[in-house]
């Protein structure tokens, strides 16, 4: 099955600072590419949808200024936190699909504890 | 916006026992997905249905999508331990995000 990585999958980082988290499609080129939250025990908060070249699309709430999208390559995403915040902190999912219409394969995460 | 609503949240068993969750749409879905998440996991995918009125079997699930295309089950027969997760239903997909139902959790107790 098609592969997605994620990275880091752990991350602590101090209050004001920035993260980048990196998403990759090993093994088929994803023309579109998700970006998810999970608080614990929670269902997932799809954040933004980034399709290769554009801007991304975010939902209603999410700030685009703080949760930066880069979709550079058919295989690589980037989300930037930006001036982290302890509230922050959550499990952040990308997931990536190669044909419209069709599954999502999902990375397996990053844990992001700001304090 | 689209809301998919899943029930039961926590569902205890025992081993051996079926299980069924169900998820319902405020709106008509193009296609529902479910996903299963193991504790300490990511989602991953199980199935999509597509059409009205579609059931798929695999193995002991059993997945069916409505004929209004607003609702969808997934019914386990004769729970195994490694049945143990969070199951979601998702609707929508593709070009665009999917709407997650807030997932039941499945228990077994041996």
């Known amino acids: 099955g098609a592969v997605v990585s994620q990275h880091p999958s752990r991350v602590i980082c101090k209050s004001g600072t920035s993260v980048k988290i990196e998403c990759r499609s090993l093994?088929?080129?994803?023309?579109?590419m998700f970006w998810y939250r999970q608080f614990p025990k929670q269902s997932l908060m799809l954040m933004a949808t980034s399709n290769e070249g554009s801007k991304a699309t975010y939902e209603q709430g999410v700030e685009k200024d703080k949760f930066l999208i880069n979709h550079a390559s058919l295989t690589l995403s980037t989300l930037t936190v930006t001036s982290a915040h302890p509230e922050d902190s959550s499990f952040y999912i990308c997931?990536?699909?190669?044909?419209?219409?069709?599954?999502?394969?999902f990375g397996p995460g990053t844990r992001l504890t700001v304090t | 916006g689209q809301q998919v609503m899943q029930i039961p949240q926590y569902q205890h068993v025992q081993e051996g026992e079926d299980f069924t969750t169900y998820c319902n749409s405020s709106t008509t879905l193009s296609n529902i997905q479910w996903y299963k998440q193991r504790p300490g996991g990511h989602p991953v995918f199980l199935i999509q249905?597509?059409?009205?009125?579609e059931v798929k079997k695999q193995k002991r699930l059993t997945f069916q999508f409505g004929e209004a295309k607003k609702n969808s089950s997934l019914h386990i027969t004769a729970t195994q331990t490694t049945d143990v997760g969070t199951y979601f239903c998702?609707?929508?997909?593709?070009?665009?995000?999917?709407?997650f139902g807030k997932g039941t959790h499945l228990i077994i107790q041996p």
């Open positions: 249905l597509v059409k009205s009125g």
């Open positions: 997931s990536a699909s190669f044909r419209a219409g069709y599954e999502q394969y």
């Open positions: 998702a609707g929508g997909g593709g070009a665009d995000g999917l709407t």
């Open positions: 093994d088929f080129q994803a023309t579109t």
